[in-house]
């Protein structure tokens, strides 16, 4: 997104994998994140704004970046506040070595395996801020990833939090397994990022947990895909990798999805694939 943290980053729930050559696909498509709209740019904002409130005698301070894949949002926090201590965690292991090579050139960065679900290698209160990007759809028991990301906090301490609301990839990839199965009802992929789209859920979830004085909004931007064809389309079909293979539909599936590249995104006249219209919530609590 960071990435989440049991499926597009680490072992899925479902069967599905992120192995090192789809950790390198989404650190590609990672990237996008950093568009000015982005949530690397408005979680970075937000931890500029905790920074302002803390007395200018103290400007360290403690992140702990859940979920975050190849290394982000936890690299440009380090990058942008030398003085901070800055701890990045992601299940999986091929993800963290990826957030590692990033530590080299930044020392108060580490990189680590950590499950968001049990943090047992932190202390209550360790930390002034968590952030986690695109990462608590995953987990399979949310809830107590939530109550995990509350119990390692200080007191006084922040969460910042995206989750998407609107994903055109997922909107591609629902039609394309729909006439792949030739039924509408289709199951939801293992891979869900839009788990937590329904107003209110993450934010019912956070004031369970205990968090309050819930900050919401909302942004937009767009998605590019390089101009690299085959990375378009493992890109696009990631979410249901698990399922095609079971289907063994592979032929099928490339089909529907050439069929409908059109209509779902457009490309630049440098080749570049760019789906529009992808929203997601960012949401600051507080412990």
């Known amino acids: 997104m960071a990435g989440p943290q049991r499926s597009m980053s680490g072992p899925a729930a479902g069967g599905a994998s992120f192995d090192g050559e789809m950790s390198k696909i989404y650190k590609v498509i990672a990237e996008n994140h950093r568009h000015p709209s982005g949530p690397w740019v408005t979680m970075l904002e937000q931890v500029h704004a905790f920074a302002d409130t803390l007395p200018s005698s103290q400007r360290e301070f403690t992140v702990l970046d859940l979920a975050t894949g190849p290394g982000e949002p936890a690299e440009t926090i380090a990058r942008q506040f030398p003085h901070a201590t800055v701890v990045a965690t992601d299940?999986?292991?091929?993800?963290?070595?990826?957030?590692?090579?990033?530590?080299?050139?930044?020392?108060?960065?580490?990189?680590?395996?950590?499950?968001?679900?049990?943090?047992?290698?932190?202390?209550?209160?360790?930390?002034?801020?968590?952030?986690?990007?695109y990462g608590f759809m995953f987990p399979p028991n949310i809830p107590q990833a939530i109550r995990e990301s509350h119990r390692v906090l200080k007191p006084g301490g922040k969460l910042i939090a995206t989750t998407w609301n609107r994903i055109r990839m997922m909107q591609k990839v629902t039609e394309i397994?729909?006439?792949?199965?030739?039924?509408?009802?289709?199951?939801?992929?293992?891979?869900?990022?839009?788990?937590?789209?329904?107003?209110?859920?993450?934010?019912?979830m956070l004031m369970e947990a205990g968090y309050t004085n819930l900050e919401v909004t909302s942004h937009n931007y767009p998605f590019d895909l390089t101009a690299d064809p085959e990375l378009q389309f493992k890109a696009a079909t990631m979410t249901i990798k698990a399922k095609?293979?079971?289907?063994?539909?592979?032929?099928?599936?490339?089909?529907?999805?050439?069929?409908?590249?059109?209509?779902?995104?457009?490309?630049?006249?440098?080749?570049?694939?760019?789906l529009p219209d992808n929203e997601y919530k960012l949401v600051v609590a507080t412990k």
Do not use: R
Request: glycine fraction near 4%.
């Open 244 to 274: 095609i293979d079971e289907l063994d539909a592979w032929d099928k599936v490339k089909e529907v999805y050439e069929a409908n590249k059109l209509k779902h995104g457009e490309y630049t006249d440098h080749g570049h694939y760019i």
């Open 177 to 204: 397994m729909q006439q792949v199965m030739g039924t509408k009802d289709i199951p939801k992929p293992p891979i869900n990022p839009l788990s937590l789209s329904e107003p209110g859920l993450f934010e019912g």
């Open 91 to 133: 299940l999986s292991p091929d993800q963290v070595a990826l957030a590692q090579e990033t530590t080299l050139t930044l020392p108060h960065m580490t990189a680590q395996v950590a499950d968001m679900e049990n943090l047992h290698q932190f202390e209550d209160a360790s930390f002034d801020l968590v952030t986690c990007c």
